[in-house]
């Protein structure tokens, strides 16, 4: 099981940028896909974006196509989501997680991972 550990969230205003990042314990993070979702208040947790082992294969959510980019590096046992032009509508608690297996194609459902890190909050203000 890999330990997943997210950081960069906060408060930003609309359009702004963030980049969140998700370190990950463990020798075998190249053999993982890993994916970042979010939860707003009340709302179920959804995915965001998504990467398979080598970065070949990326998904993103419709609403963030254009605006969010996912990356790793798998070096430092390291995924990132860079945000930029954010929205209020982007609030949410943001939360990393990982999918075992050199997969070809970036997963794409929350019921795909195992592993999830306790999230990190980001906070758009209009």
């Known amino acids: 099981q890999v330990q997943l550990v997210e950081s960069g969230g906060g408060l930003v205003q609309a359009g702004g940028s963030l980049r969140l990042s998700c370190a990950a314990s463990?020798?075998?993070?190249?053999?993982?896909?890993m994916g970042w979702f979010r939860q707003a208040p009340g709302k179920e947790r959804d995915v965001v974006a998504t990467?398979?082992?080598?970065?070949?294969?990326?998904y993103y959510t419709d609403s963030v196509k254009g605006r969010f980019t996912i990356s790793r590096d798998n070096a430092k046992n390291t995924v990132y989501l860079q945000m930029n032009s954010l929205k209020p509508e982007d609030t949410a608690v943001y939360y990393c997680?990982?999918?075992?297996?050199?997969?070809?194609?970036?997963?794409?459902?929350?019921?795909?991972?195992?592993?999830w890190g306790q999230g990190t909050p980001v906070t758009v203000s209009s």
């Open positions: 997680a990982a999918k075992g297996g050199k997969i070809t194609i970036a997963p794409t459902k929350r019921t795909d991972f195992g592993s």
């Open positions: 463990g020798r075998t993070f190249s053999s993982y896909a």
């Open positions: 990467i398979n082992w080598s970065g070949s294969s990326t």
